[in-house]
Nanobody, 121 residues
Framework: QVQLVESGGGLVQPGGSLRLSCAAS????????MRWYRQAPGKQRELVAA???????NYVGSVKGRFTISRDNAKNTVYLQMNALKPEDTAVYYC???????????????WGQGTQVTVSS
């Protein structure tokens, strides 16, 4: 069994910063990809940022230059540093991991519970 615990969300003014954290624990052999998604009211969930096992990163165009995804493999934790926040960034942010429980076993996707980020004056 796996747990994903998200933290760091909250209310911030435009131009402010937040850092989201997502810590994974449980029956994990290896985590391949770690991702952050977000979903605003009335909109589909979108991929915000992703980081691979070797540290390669990818971002949705609207956050490039403002957000930074990173990971600490020793802690099984992924972070999302969000700077220069805009009202359009307001959403529930979800952590997602792709992992395996055993050597050469199937890859499994698992979701965190979500954390609210609100950017408003």
């Amino acid at each position: 069994q796996v747990q994903l615990v998200e933290s760091g969300g909250g209310l911030v003014q435009p131009g402010g910063s937040l850092r989201l954290s997502c810590a994974a624990s449980g029956s994990i052999f290896m985590i391949f990809d770690m991702r952050w998604y977000r979903q605003a009211p009335g909109k589909q969930r979108e991929l915000v940022a992703a980081i691979t096992n070797d540290g390669t990163t990818n971002y949705v165009g609207s956050v490039k230059g403002r957000f930074t995804i990173s990971r600490d493999n020793a802690k099984n934790t992924v972070y999302l540093q969000m700077n220069a926040l805009k009202p359009e960034d307001t959403a529930v942010y979800y952590c997602n991991i792709e992992y395996s429980q055993y050597y050469y076993s199937k890859k499994i996707n698992y979701w965190g519970q979500g954390t609210q980020v609100t950017v408003s004056s």
